[in-house]
């Protein structure tokens, strides 16, 4: 499975933030299989933001503020994140990633085991 970040390295504060993961090699439909996206601040660590599963359903983290939705098209098989609102904390690298989760949901960054490369967004004016 391959995963691949798309969408723009700037955006302004209080702007929406829009990120899409497209994947190859694997379907998100594909049963017990988690799309997720986490995060990397500047000088922090990563954080897990949120999943969509292969059923539709969606997790996410209680501990993030700005108002989050992970949706998906399946035609193109991708998979999008959405943060409204943005403050410039907000700032990071943004991964999209892949786990199995035949189980409970895997709710965790660690938890998953097939990685796009990242992508830098920033949040200035």
């Known amino acids: 499975v391959q995963l691949e970040e798309s969408g723009p390295g700037l955006v302004k504060p209080a702007q929406t933030l829009s990120l899409t993961c497209t994947v190859s090699?694997?379907?998100?439909?594909?049963?017990?299989?988690?799309w997720s996206w986490t995060r990397q601040p500047p000088g922090k660590g990563l954080e897990w933001m949120g999943a969509?599963?292969?059923?539709?359903?969606?997790y996410y983290s209680p501990s993030l503020k700005s108002p989050t939705s992970i949706s998906r098209d399946t035609s193109k098989n991708q998979f999008t994140l959405q943060l409204s609102s943005v403050p410039p904390e907000d700032t990071a690298v943004y991964y999209c990633?892949?786990?199995?989760?035949?189980?409970?949901?895997?709710?965790?960054?660690?938890?998953?085991?097939?990685w796009g490369q990242g992508t830098q967004v920033t949040v200035s004016s």
């Open positions: 090699g694997g379907s998100i439909t594909t049963k017990y299989y988690y």
């Open positions: 969509r599963a292969y059923s539709g359903s969606t």
């Open positions: 990633a892949a786990g199995y989760g035949p189980g409970t949901p895997p709710l965790k960054w660690d938890e998953y085991d097939y």
